[in-house]
């Protein structure tokens, strides 16, 4: 398994070891110890699944206050763009986002730690994405964010993104500033 930086350092691509032969292959798709080993030292309590269309946007959103989410996020069928946007206010790179293509085909992850923004555009036929998260899901504490935010000026690789309402009628970063959680520096 190999832990790949980005562009926001706490945003971490994993590339898991996979093991082809004839019959197929073989891979772990999670192991506590190895994903401490790299730096993604959480307790995960909850997996989600979802299945969207070609052109989807689903995003963006995050979880706040005391029970904020960190995701592990891998697609176990088609293609996505994953992105990823720091809003902790006082970050060095608050408002900055990356993305990065996720396949079946290839299994690399996504950590996405709390206090990011995440959200995906489908880039196939369809896609199914699984995910972990740190924290239960808690309707009371998400928030999302316009995923055409001018300020943020994501490339999301689709036209005519098929979108649900409430992704719709989400407001722009700058609107949320109050309810964005604080950055805090890690000791090194």
Known sequence: MRAVQTALSDVILVEPDVYRDDRGYFLETYRE?????????LRFVQDNQSRSVRGTIRGLHLQLGARPQAKLVRVVEGEIWDVA????RGSPTFGRWVGNR?????FTQCYIPGG??????????VAAIAYKCTELYDPSSEIGIAWDDPALAI????DNPVLSERDRRHPPLALLDDRLPQYR???L
């Open 33 to 41: 110890y190895k994903y401490h080993a790299i730096g993604i030292d």
């Open 85 to 88: 946007v720091d809003v902790r």
């Open 102 to 106: 996720l396949t079946a085909e290839s």
């Open 116 to 125: 990011f923004a995440h959200g995906f555009s489908v880039l196939s036929p």
């Open 155 to 158: 490339t999301w690789l689709v």
């Open 185 to 187: 520096a890690t000791a």
